[in-house]
């Protein structure tokens, strides 16, 4: 049956895409009551620091450094480690993964994924390691990993720095062991639309000392912490209201994932045997957060294309997404300062295939029902 957590649909509204966990109104009134008693509402007060201990521990790692978004988490774990050239990234990531890089003042090389696991993977990126590269990158999509093993043995053959940009994978296990010690550094998301939510945030996590102190000291213009020297500083405070809803989601996290996993397995149900529509399974984390329902619409089995489908459920008042698409490549932002053009055929052919489902708070049986009956009606509605 489906966990009792707070719902936030309400008739009328359309169906939303993202997770939306949030407290009730009691809990978010006593949240707000033991703030206000402090009189600490911002830059890293006890809850803040509370918060940063106890990531720390579900994530089993030495450091956890708040940031008031995943985007800037990204820019500062590169810019404090020193990266300085190219770092290799697939084109099929958000958006903000690639302009990071570039905020911190790196050049992104493009290279292309496997079409079956969405994911980068080693001989992909070899093709692309020259003399100037110097990091890379790499997203663990849809609650799933990339095959982190293979991605280590390369950076440990080659010296090049490895990151990984786990937005959209917090509590996830690869091989039996939670993320958050892989590669030099992981960056996670507390956005609202992400399984663990803060209503917006994120963090950068780090077994390695001196690049948390650098992230402590360049996340505000007076630095924190141990000293220590960097070649900037920012504004990424985490406010004290984040940070408790942060951790009401972290105490809440195993029934939030439970939740999403009984959801899923009903659009499983529902939609088995749709002819060109296949749900997306897990390919490497032994254990998934289940914070994403994905599918692939196959033109030529399902009859009508990925975004005939998005039309048609988004005119019922369902707000199902494309991901991701157009690959970033193809920007012209892109594609304007490249000397020539990048061809990644994996990429391009699934931007034109994947959606998103609606899973989170607001879904219910009669909802995924009522999306399964849409899906199917799409193929005629055009």
């Known amino acids: 049956m489906t966990v009792a957590i707070p719902s936030l649909n309400k008739s009328g509204l359309s169906l939303p895409v993202g997770q939306l966990y949030f407290p009730s109104k009691s809990e978010y009134d006593e949240i707000l009551e033991g703030i206000f008693e402090r009189r600490y509402f911002t830059n890293h007060g006890p809850s803040a620091y509370e918060f940063e201990y106890e990531l720390a521990d579900f994530l089993n790692v030495k450091h956890v450094i708040l940031t008031t978004n995943a985007t800037i988490a990204l820019a500062m774990m590169l810019k404090s480690a020193g990266i300085e050239g190219e770092v290799i990234v697939p084109s099929f990531t958000f958006v903000a993964t690639v302009f990071a890089i570039k905020w911190a003042g790196c050049t992104p090389i493009f290279a292309d994924i496997d079409e079956n696991s969405h994911h ?5 990126i070899q093709e ?3 003399e100037n590269t110097k990091a890379i990158l ?6 799933d990993t990339a095959d982190i093993r293979e991605l280590e043995a390369l950076s440990k053959s080659t010296g090049v720095s490895l990151f ?3 937005a959209q994978a917090f509590g996830c296990e690869y091989r039996g062991k939670r993320l958050g010690s892989y590669g030099k550094a992981e960056v996670f998301s507390f956005h609202a639309t992400k399984i663990l939510s803060a209503g917006e945030g994120g963090c950068v996590a780090t077994n390695d000392d001196l690049l948390a102190s650098k992230l402590r000291n360049m996340r505000s213009s007076y630095g924190a912490g141990k000293f220590a020297e960097v070649p900037l500083t920012s504004n990424a405070r985490f406010s004290e209201l984040q940070a408790e809803i942060g951790r009401w989601s972290l105490r809440h ?3 939030i994932v439970d939740n999403n996993r009984y959801l899923s397995h009903l659009y499983v149900a529902e939609l088995d045997g749709v002819p060109g529509f296949k749900i997306r399974e897990i390919q490497n984390a032994s254990f998934s957060n289940s914070t994403y329902l ?6 030529e089995e399902f009859g009508v294309g990925r975004d005939n489908v ?6 019922h008042g369902v707000n199902a997404r494309r991901y991701f698409a157009p690959g970033i490549h193809r920007m012209k932002v892109m594609t304007d300062n490249a000397n020539e053009p990048v061809s990644l055929p994996a990429t391009e052919a699934l931007s034109d295939r994947v959606i998103q489902l609606p899973l989170g708070s607001s879904v219910h049986e009669e909802d995924i029902s009522r999306i399964g009956n849409l899906v199917r009606q799409s193929r005629s509605a055009f």
């Open 120 to 124: 980068i993977n080693a001989s992909r």
């Open 128 to 130: 692309k390691i020259s």
């Open 253 to 255: 996290f195993a029934r």
């Open 138 to 143: 790499v997203p663990n999509l849809w609650g």
């Open 310 to 315: 998005l039309k048609h459920l988004f005119n």
């Open 294 to 299: 994905i599918a692939e619409v196959n033109r």
């Open 164 to 166: 990984f940009d786990s």
